[in-house]
């Protein structure tokens, strides 16, 4: 089994139709949409949700009225002001820290577990997908991720896939670590601006940092032609392989519109050159 994630270094390269493409493209894998705070794959890939699962993540304080003696103990070590002169958590301010719960002498204050999001295992016309849904605001989103890879693991293995490909998160942060841990080949999708070089450089650094194989794909290389040339030297001299530089097509838009990958929509063109671009992919 081979493991691909793909990321980028920001928002909006194109990683999402790119995961989408290849989906459509390969035979027998399992996907995985990581990018949980703003889950998109979905929306081209049409999954029929089979399972449905909880996310709970941190810890919030609660206050047993019935039990607590308001002696004020708790009020005075909780440094954010999470509880009230009513004794009451504001359950947004209260960061889980559990001082308030040791310092009661009465057993009044118990830590429950937080409800964070949900995750979801389902079928799709291209294979199983797991995918998953962080709630407003919530945090530790890198676990998320590594549920969402842990699971898509263990179906894969269970079912005999060749593949596991994961849309991963944009940024550096700790979401896309966990989206790169231990995979088989990172695929950066880039494009040719400012933000993009710029963006590309950190995540180069992050997938190089954890000896991640990495290879760099141009999206819409034909917009700045020059951007694209430094982002060919810069793979140069960071001894990494560009496999492609894909042109800017409005055949991706439309497809996107009608919410079908950009292979099944067009059959040549870009279409073909997507094709070529994942026999590069499966020959590494």
């Known amino acids: 089994m081979k493991q691909i994630t793909i990321i980028s270094g920001k928002g909006g390269t194109g990683k999402t139709v790119m995961a989408a493409a290849f989906a459509a493209l390969v035979k027998n894998a399992v996907l995985a949409d990581c990018d949980v705070d703003a889950a ?159 963006d590309l450089e950190r995540v180069v650094g992050v997938a190089v940092h954890f000896s991640i194989p990495t290879c760099v794909i141009i999206n819409k290389y034909d917009i700045n032609i020059k951007n694209s040339d430094a982002i060919e030297s810069l793979c140069k001299k960071r001894k990494i392989e560009m496999l492609a530089r894909l042109p800017f097509s409005e055949d991706v838009v439309r497809s996107v519109v009608k919410g079908v990958p950009i292979v099944e929509f067009s059959r040549d063109g870009i279409t073909r050159q997507i094709i070529e671009l994942w026999s590069k992919v499966a020959a590494l």
């Open 40 to 198: 998109d794959l979905h929306l081209l890939l049409k999954p029929d949700v089979k399972e449905k699962h909880d996310f709970t993540s941190g810890v919030t304080a609660q206050i047993d009225k019935a039990s607590c003696t308001e002696c004020g103990m708790c009020l005075n070590v909780c440094r954010f002001d999470a509880i009230g002169d009513d004794y009451a958590i504001d359950p947004i301010s209260c960061e889980g820290c559990a001082v308030c719960s040791h310092v009661c002498n009465v057993g009044a204050i118990s830590m429950e577990e937080n409800r964070s999001g949900e995750w979801y295992v389902s079928d799709t016309k291209y294979g199983p997908m797991v995918h998953a849904k962080l709630g407003v605001a919530e945090e530790n989103s890198g676990k998320l991720v590594t549920r969402v890879r842990q699971a898509a693991s263990e179906i894969a293995q269970r079912d005999h896939r060749d593949y596991v490909l994961v849309d991963g998160p944009p940024g550096i942060g700790c979401p896309v670590i966990a989206s790169l841990s231990g995979v088989n080949l990172a695929l950066i999708v880039t494009e040719p601006t400012l933000s993009g070089i710029h």
